[in-house]
Nanobody, 112 residues
Framework: QVQLVESGGGLVQPGGSLRLSCTASGFTFSDHGMAWFRQAPGKEREFVAVITWSGSNTNYGPSVKGRFTISRDNAKNTVYLQMNSLKPEDTAVYYC?????WGQGTQVTVSS
């Protein structure tokens, strides 16, 4: 079955960086676009970034554009989210997504 496993979350100070990873199994990873979403307490799930199957095209939500970078390694069945210049409002659970499949999420907390 399809599995998406996120890792790399944690506590970071404002202005810091984190890199999230999502390792996929159970489907042909290189055939599928991949995305990141996030959900903060009391808020709806929000689109963060998406990358095409080849990695040649990406798109970002307006609140993260210019600070976050999505990338993928098809040889490792892994998609990444590099997060720089983190702000307290980036605090959320971050989810990996492919089609209708979701990971369990990884918590990112930005706080001093």
């Amino acid at each position: 079955q399809v599995q998406l496993v996120e890792s790399g979350g944690g506590l970071v100070q404002p202005g810091g960086s984190l890199r999230l990873s999502c390792t996929a199994s159970g489907f042909t990873f290189s055939d599928h676009g991949m995305a990141w979403f996030r959900q903060a307490p009391g808020k709806e799930r929000e689109f963060v970034a998406v990358i095409t199957w080849s990695g040649s095209n990406t798109n970002y939500g307006p609140s993260v554009k210019g600070r976050f970078t999505i990338s993928r390694d098809n040889a490792k069945n892994t998609v990444y989210l590099q997060m720089n210049s983190l702000k307290p409002e980036d605090t959320a659970v971050y989810y990996c997504n492919s089609d209708n499949n979701w990971g369990q999420g990884t918590q990112v907390t930005v706080s001093s």
